[in-house]
């Protein structure tokens, strides 16, 4: 019997409304002669539904994706919209009420590129990032006062709980004990960061016992900054916090060749509501509707969407010709040095599945 998955697609702003029908050709060519069927519904939300509308989303926005078993995205932003209204009205509250507090990025250098590291190969840079994705620094706590005079204030307020960070941690631990190498380095600031990121320390502290099979160790997250470009091949899985975890991905990507190959997965783990899957480049205006963006990570997010799902072997014959493509040396975006279209990279991909 087939499995069907209602699938949410929110193209989005800018080249998400390029990368995400590249996304859906693998989906679909991978999926013939499968168990898999999927139920797909096109919503027109973000930055251009803002300026017709004066709203990112539908009023019921939240409760229509409830019913959804993921939610596939392309990209959010606009230079014609406040980036804190697009983040803020749609992308970030989606992964706070969904509980998606597990932020998955994988950062590899694919057989075939070149990394702006010299002399590293795919072997030295393999990791992934367990990002807490829910609270932190992006929880949106703090305010404004006394604005437009002299002594205007504002106060950012991260907000750090022994429950976020002991699942996060957990789940990074969980990652960590089922790749080969069995290694976890935790970012932190508790030399400066003296209450969050010390309780931080605590609970992972705590939580490693229950891995002894899992080589554990700590980095001040400057340090695992230096770390991923002086040392890469030393680091397998990374768990950090939100903001963190953010800027250190964008690292991961930019050493494995380009931040257009980056994949990233907004996981609620217990099921309770979708998850959602997306690459990492955002809407890049400066070459939206070029027809040029490199649609790797939209294909590499639904082959982890689909494995989310419980289908295994659709992730991987997606992945797989994604890579056999890439070492190819052909049909290469600008981003990777070549002078390939979208559509073209995307039907080599497909040809290849």
């Known amino acids: 019997m087939p499995h069907t998955h209602k699938i949410a697609i929110i193209a989005g702003d800018g080249i998400g409304k390029e990368v995400i029908p590249a996304g859906l050709a693998a989906i679909e060519k991978a999926a013939r002669g499968s168990r898999v069927s999927l139920e797909l519904t096109h919503l027109p939300w973000g930055c251009d539904y803002y300026i017709r509308h004066g709203k990112m989303m539908d009023e019921d926005g939240f409760e229509r994706l409830a019913a959804f078993d993921a939610i596939y995205l392309g990209a959010i932003g606009s230079p014609t919209v406040p980036d804190h209204i697009a983040v803020w009205d749609l992308l970030l509250p989606l ?136 040392h890469p091949a030393s680091l397998d899985v990374i768990v950090a916090s939100n903001l963190f975890g953010d800027i250190l991905t964008d690292i991961g990507s930019a050493i494995s060749g380009s931040l257009g190959i980056a994949p990233g997965a907004n996981i609620n783990p217990e099921r309770d509501f979708p998850s959602m899957f997306e690459p990492i480049h955002g809407s890049a205006p400066d070459i939206a509707g070029r027809g040029v963006a490199n649609p790797i990570g939209a294909v590499w997010a639904g082959a982890m969407m689909l494995d989310h799902l419980g289908h295994r072997d659709v992730h991987d014959r997606i992945l797989g010709a994604v890579e056999r493509v890439v070492a190819s040396g052909k049909n290469r975006t600008p981003d990777l040095g070549g002078t390939a279209t979208t559509k073209e990279l995307s039907d080599a991909i497909c040809t290849e599945i």
């Not at 393999?126 to 006394?146: F, Q």
């Not at 789940?171 to 960061?193: C, D, H, M, Q, W």
């Not at 931080?200 to 470009?229: F, L, N, Q």
């Open 95 to 230: 992964r706070q009420r969904f509980q998606q507090y597990v932020n998955l990025r994988p950062m590899r250098l694919l057989p075939g590129l070149v990394s702006p590291l010299a002399n590293r190969g795919p072997a030295d840079i393999d990791m992934i990032c367990v990002r807490e994705n829910s609270e932190g620094e992006y929880a949106g706590l703090g305010g404004r006062v006394h604005v437009g005079t002299p002594y205007e204030v504002a106060e950012q307020t991260g907000l750090f709980t022994r429950k976020g960070i002991e699942r996060i941690v957990r789940y990074g631990f969980e990652i960590a004990v089922k790749r080969p190498r069995r290694l976890l380095a935790s970012a932190t600031k508790s030399n400066a960061l003296r209450h969050a990121m010390v309780l931080w320390d605590e609970v992972a502290e705590i939580v490693r016992t229950d891995y002894p099979s899992v080589e554990y160790r700590k980095y001040h997250v400057d340090a695992i900054a230096a770390r991923m470009v002086t």
